[in-house]
């Protein structure tokens, strides 16, 4: 029996081993694993300034301009008129009247720039408003379109195989019309990246797609989804 | 899941078959090894005893002051004892009288193959053991590894929503019990082969030894009745 204990002291050694080298083994392999995070980027749609648009141009600070003295017209009159005339009373009594008149209109001017600008500010105050809630509109939209927008561009990209021949840096810009229900209407090229092949791709990819899930408001579609460009650009080739 | 499975958790969370599943197959690991370690030290041994022996039994020396060397020590390895027991029972058959030399020599023979046979049951010895984990411990392995996902099927069946996350663990750490399945079984069997064609090797050269032992021995039976019936 004597002749065991080494070579069972040398067995429980290997296992002890070899259970250690397994359990460190293991753990580091799962850290690779975490890191790797495949990038399959490999086409931009880029929805520019969709055609039929309807802007809701970003409001404009509403400027109110100081309103310029208006000109003293009927001053330089009157006084030539006080000087040429010799019945001064009737003179000074028409030059206090015409003084009183002109006081008068003034103080109307003033009152109506006063509820002019009044009027502005109230204006401009509703304006903002309104722009305030124009922007959260926007902003759901933006992200409504956005996460449809994202829908598409994975569509068309399952759907593009691309010709040996594409390169990085190429790109080919398409304008793609649909119809409400999504459908495909035409597509058409509008600048070629000149590479036939590729330009062929790129149209049938988005032919294959046929239909695309678009938003039911059809305010936002109309406005990001009746007509936009499509912009094919491969940026994670090799070559 | 978003914690690394580490194998010491998958072996901790297996059922409690699995887990017996794979103490059994690590003690027979174990086992093995320690079996596989001691036969390579002693076959080696055994080996370097021979090529010993044979070179000290050829340098002509004299074969009864080699007999009277070796029965002196009182631990023999097994190619001397080989030898002892021959010639041993040699001598004595003739000394005594009225033996013919046929009866002689199968006397001696005898007691060589008996001294031969024991020295192969000694060589041999754990050498089946090798062999059965060799054979069977892949499949206790897969044994655990069946279980196991049985287990973690019965288990996807209760849920609504299967999904890949939710068996995989339980695969996993199944598949654990025929990596060690394979892990006890590999060595065993080319340790047992190994192990098998040396043995094999040793005992022809054994009864090669004994052969020219016996024709030694056979040419001097033969030689000394001759003689003196002769003079």
């Given at each position: 029996?004597?002749?065991?204990?080494?070579?069972?002291?040398?067995?429980?050694?290997?296992?002890?081993?070899?259970?250690?080298?397994?359990?460190?083994?293991?753990?580091?392999q799962d850290?690779?694993?975490?890191?790797?995070?495949?990038?399959?980027?490999?086409?931009?749609?880029?929805?520019?300034?969709?055609?039929?648009?309807?802007?809701?141009?970003?409001?404009?600070?509403?400027?109110?301009?100081?309103?310029?003295?208006?000109?003293p017209k009927p001053r330089p009159a009157s006084k030539e008129v006080e000087q040429d005339s010799v019945n001064s009373d009737d003179a000074a009594a028409k030059a206090a009247q015409s003084e009183r008149q002109r006081k008068e209109t003034?103080?109307?001017?003033?009152?109506?720039?006063?509820?002019?600008?009044?009027?502005?500010?109230?204006?401009?105050?509703?304006?903002?408003?309104?722009?305030?809630?124009?922007?959260?509109?926007?902003?759901?939209?933006?992200?409504?379109?956005?996460t449809?927008?994202?829908?598409?561009?994975?569509?068309?990209?399952?759907?593009?195989?691309?010709?040996?021949?594409?390169?990085?840096?190429?790109?080919?810009?398409?304008?793609?019309e649909l119809i409400p229900t999504g459908e495909l209407l035409s597509v058409a090229l509008v600048d070629s990246s000149?590479?036939?092949?590729?330009?062929?791709?790129?149209?049938?990819?988005?032919?294959?797609?046929?239909?695309?899930?678009?938003?039911?408001?059809?305010?936002?579609?109309?406005?990001?989804?009746?007509?936009?460009?499509?912009?094919?650009?491969?940026?994670?080739?090799?070559? | 899941m978003n914690q690394p499975l580490s194998v010491y958790e998958l072996i901790a969370n297996a059922s409690l078959l699995v887990q017996g599943v794979m103490a059994l197959l690590v003690l027979a690991s174990v086992?093995?090894?320690m079996m596989i370690l001691q036969r390579w030290s002693l076959l080696r041994r055994a080996k370097q005893e021979i090529d010993a022996f044979e070179d000290h039994f050829w340098s002509g020396i004299d074969l009864r002051g080699l007999y009277q060397d070796l029965s002196q020590e009182e631990q023999l390895n097994g190619i001397e004892e080989i030898f002892v027991a021959g010639f041993r029972e040699y001598t004595r058959l003739s000394e005594q009288p009225g033996v013919d030399a046929e009866a002689i020599m199968q006397g001696t023979q005898r007691a060589m193959r008996v001294t031969?046979?024991?020295?192969?049951?000694?060589?041999?010895?754990?050498?089946?053991?090798?062999?059965?984990?060799?054979?069977?411990?892949?499949?206790?392995?897969?044994?655990?590894?069946?279980?196991?996902?049985?287990?973690?099927?019965?288990?996807?069946?209760?849920?609504?929503?299967a999904t890949l996350a939710s068996v995989a663990p339980g695969i996993s750490e199944a598949l654990i019990a025929t990596a060690m399945g394979l892990f006890a079984a590999i060595p065993a069997v080319i340790g047992y082969n190994r192990f098998s064609a040396n043995v094999d090797v040793l005992m022809k050269r054994y009864e090669g030894f004994c052969d020219e032992v016996t024709a030694i021995l056979h040419r001097a039976a033969h030689a000394s009745p001759g003689n003196s019936e002769g003079t």
């Open positions: 029996m004597q002749s065991y204990a080494l070579p069972l002291f040398g067995a429980v050694l290997f296992h002890v081993l070899v259970a250690a080298f397994v359990m460190r083994g293991f753990e580091s850290d690779v694993a975490e890191v790797v995070t495949p990038r399959v980027v490999n086409a931009k749609l880029l929805v520019i300034e969709p055609l039929g648009k309807v802007t809701p141009v970003p409001e404009k600070q509403p400027i109110v301009r100081p309103a310029e003295p208006p000109a003034e103080v109307q001017r003033r009152q109506q720039r006063l509820a002019a600008l009044g009027e502005l500010a109230d204006d401009s105050l509703q304006r903002s408003l309104e722009a305030e809630a124009q922007q959260m509109l926007d902003a759901q939209n933006a992200q409504q379109v956005r449809y927008q994202a829908g598409i561009y994975d569509l068309v990209r399952k759907n593009w195989s691309r010709p040996p021949s594409a390169r990085n840096g190429m790109q080919a810009r398409f304008v793609v000149g590479n036939e092949a590729f330009d062929r791709s790129a149209e049938l990819a988005i032919r294959r797609a046929k239909r695309f899930s678009v938003p039911g408001d059809n305010t936002v579609f109309e406005a990001n989804f009746r007509r936009f460009y499509f912009l094919f650009r491969p940026e994670d080739l090799l070559r | 086992v093995s090894w031969l046979m024991r020295e192969e049951a000694r060589l041999e010895t754990h050498l089946p053991f090798l062999a059965t984990v060799g054979s069977t411990s892949p499949y206790i392995g897969l044994f655990g590894t069946v279980w196991g996902i049985m287990n973690s099927f019965r288990s996807l069946a209760n849920m609504t929503q």
